[in-house]
């Protein structure tokens, strides 16, 4: 009851002093009542639990307080039950605090609590503290059983520490648990932010005959998402081939089903659950083909057939997918079917939609939207799909409609939210540094600290801001790189995601990113292969080959496969140092390695080759890539173009430009432009593919105009 409610949160202030709280309590007649119920320790525990489940969960743990004030000696299943709670809710720090209460008031835990605050940990990236997980366990008397390994195995591998994985493996073998199935099953699933890894794909497919079904569907979505992750279509479509019923999830994406070799005995079946559908979805929007409505038809279709219940996470991709396409109103139609109380679809959309256009395309069908948003309950995760479908649209002023809408359904936002306003800032409003920084301090609550994701937005965004400074002639240059015999090598040391000396100190920048670092490095943070890529392209704009190299090595060294961001950080240091040929031979090895070549790579040879005066050379990259199936973009066509003037051939380059436009753009030939020079041409074709911020529309001379407008978006930030 609301009173009840209204008591508990104010009997906090009497916490900790029983005296003060009896008193309180004995002398107002309605709480006196109370004092049977808060003294019996199993109906605390089933209104700590009630409460738990509640849109205000902290609550629990104000109970706990009180009752434990009052002498209530409560048993650790209560302690268990609210941690069951807020491990369903992935309310991970609140699991921390409660077994740190639980700890203080009775002295004593159990393995299930100790083993939610291992994963917390986890979850909340404080791997700085997972080396002392043993201890605690040593400390209160119990034994840390195989899950305890497992979840410290995967907390290091995802910290991208292999190091310690593997003494973890070492130590749970020391102790008696064997690395069965369901830990190869777990560390697959770890696996995915370093790579596909042969061993680990081949261990865990050996182990699919020893796991349940439930266990055995997990492994091998992992093992699909790896595949899919390294563009490896023929490998995932191996690995989709074990279910039950691979005609139902495979055919009509495009995908054409062959029967699996060598499949392994298994006594179970191997079932598609919602997590392979959402891996699929998430796969054909990365892809974003002009079929694309089509196949998420197709795929909620198959999930009818197969009797897969979606949950959250599939109704989120589904949103996301939609708003790729451009089908705002059917990610709408889902979100305003969901809400308490219902929000009316017209309303939210003429609401929203007046902030700009979408483009007129077709919509999902009606009862495919009726199927996800009828079983699905609405929370978080729907939301934050929605910002970051819809902003890239829409604008701020969308997003501040999500957000108030948000808290007329009492939906609390998470990290997730502000990774996805931060991730909008710095894709779609290209957004300064300094703008990023200061979001990002305001919208982060206590409990939530800076993770990687965010840390790399901020790097990003640095790191484009470098660019223009080695670009621009008359900017203050890059410093020189650290002097290799003071330098400590990257292979030698962990190495966090962002240290203070990586930060420029132009403009401040590293008194303004301190709190980043800081918390990254307390948490002991490691870098991952994003990490890594934009360490590699900053020193590539230098052109120190031999730095990016050496970070190429420590994440070959650690365990990380590169992929063709990598790659193109590599080719881009050697380009800029002058040396092409090395550069075309790292392209070869990508591709014998097994990264899918695209246009990005082919167009740093081709640009490296125009700052040589080599045409011939440009034009025969182009064309391998045209061979290779890799359709050229407008940046490639310019670099080719741009290497036939500096050769001195302003002919040729016109008449490529203008012939190999058409096959990317239509051509604004009017009767300015078709008798206008290479360099009038050139410009309109960059315009084409040049990013400004959506809040820059009006021209460079204009700056009072344009103050004006980053005034008000700022207004509106810190309204967001």
Request: charged residues 20%; hydrophobic residues 40%; positive net charge.
């Amino acid at each position: 009851p609301v009173e009840l409610i209204a008591i508990i949160d104010n009997l906090t202030k009497f916490k900790e002093d029983k005296d003060k709280l009896l008193s309180y309590m004995q002398s107002v007649p309605r709480l006196n009542s109370l004092l049977e119920y808060l003294r019996d320790p199993k109906q605390v525990r089933d209104l700590a639990v009630k409460l738990a489940e509640t849109s205000a969960p902290y609550r629990a743990m104000r109970l706990i307080d009180i009752a434990s004030t009052l002498g209530t000696g409560l048993k650790q299943n209560t302690y268990e039950g609210v941690a069951h709670q807020y491990s369903q809710k992935r309310e991970w720090f609140l699991v921390l605090s409660l077994v740190a209460k639980g700890l203080r008031w009775t002295g004593r835990s159990t393995t299930r609590l100790l083993n939610w605050r291992t994963r917390a940990l986890v979850e909340t990236s404080r791997f700085g503290l997972l080396d002392g997980v043993l201890e605690q366990f040593k400390n209160v008397g119990l034994k840390p059983n195989a899950r305890t390994f497992q979840l410290l195995i995967t907390g290091h591998i995802r910290n991208k520490d292999l190091t310690r994985a593997r003494s973890c493996i070492t130590l749970m073998e020391e102790h008696g648990f064997e690395v069965d199935g369901s830990t190869h099953a777990l560390i697959a699933s770890a696996y995915r932010q370093l790579g596909p890894d042969q061993v680990v794909q081949r261990t865990t497919l050996d182990s699919l005959r020893d796991l349940d079904g439930k266990q055995a569907t997990s492994a091998l979505n992992s093992l699909i998402q790896l595949s899919l992750d390294a563009q490896d279509t023929s490998t995932a479509l191996h690995y989709l081939s074990l279910f039950d019923h691979p005609q139902g999830v495979i055919a009509g994406n495009g995908l054409h089903h062959q029967p699996s070799q060598n499949v392994p005995p298994s006594p179970h079946s191997f079932c598609p659950d919602s997590a392979t559908f959402t891996m699929l979805i998430k796969h054909v929007t990365n892809e974003n083909e002009p079929d694309l409505l089509e196949k998420i038809s197709s795929l909620i279709e198959k999930m009818k057939a197969l009797n897969v219940t979606p949950d959250n996470i599939v109704a989120a991709a589904v949103v996301r997918a939609l708003c790729t396409v451009g089908d705002v109103h059917s990610a709408l139609q889902i979100v305003a079917q969901m809400c308490q109380p219902k929000t009316k679809f017209e309303t939210l959309a003429e609401r929203l939609l007046v902030f700009g256009s979408v483009p007129k395309v077709k919509h999902l069908g009606e009862d495919h939207v009726a199927f996800i948003a009828q079983r699905v309950k609405l929370d978080v995760h729907l939301f934050n799909a929605l910002i970051n479908g819809v902003s890239g649209w829409l604008g701020i002023n969308a997003v501040r409609l999500i957000l108030r809408l948000m808290y007329t359904n009492e939906v609390t936002p998470d990290s997730t939210t502000a990774e996805a306003i931060i991730s909008w800032l710095n894709k779609s409003e290209r957004a300064h540094p300094r703008t990023l920084v200061r979001t990002l301090k305001n919208i982060l609550s206590p409990t939530h600290r800076p993770n990687p994701s965010l840390c790399n937005a901020v790097i990003t965004s640095l790191i484009r801001r470098e660019q223009t400074w080695v670009t621009n002639d008359t900017a203050t240059p890059l410093p020189p790189p650290p002097n290799r015999r003071t330098d400590t090598s990257p292979t030698s040391e962990p190495l966090p995601i962002l240290t203070s000396d990586e930060v420029p100190q132009k403009l401040g920048y590293r008194g303004m990113t301190r709190f980043l670092v800081q918390s990254l490095f307390t948490r002991r943070v490691q870098s991952n292969r994003f990490t890594f890529a934009q360490r590699m392209k900053r020193t590539a704009m230098r052109g120190d080959v031999s730095a990016t190299k050496a970070y190429f090595r420590a994440m070959l060294k650690r365990g990380m496969h590169p992929t063709a961001h990598h790659y193109a950080a590599l080719m881009e240091a050697h380009a800029n140092a002058g040396m092409t040929d090395q550069t075309e031979t790292i392209l070869l090895s990508a591709i014998q390695a097994g990264v899918k070549p695209n246009v990005r790579l082919f167009t740093i040879l081709i640009v490296g080759y125009g700052r040589q005066c080599k045409p011939g050379s440009a034009r025969r990259v182009f064309e391998e890539m045209v061979r290779r199936g890799v359709e050229p973009d407008l940046p490639a066509i310019h670099a080719v173009a741009s290497a036939y003037y500096k050769a001195g051939k302003a002919g040729l380059a016109r008449v490529f430009l203008i012939e190999r436009w058409t096959s990317v753009a239509p051509v604004p030939l009017h009767s300015s432009l078709e008798t206008a020079s290479f360099i009038d041409l050139a410009k309109a074709h960059r315009k084409l593919h040049e990013k400004r911020p959506i809040w820059f529309k009006g021209k460079m001379r204009n700056k009072n105009r344009n103050k004006a407008r980053r005034m008000v978006f700022r207004w509106k930030m810190k309204r967001v």
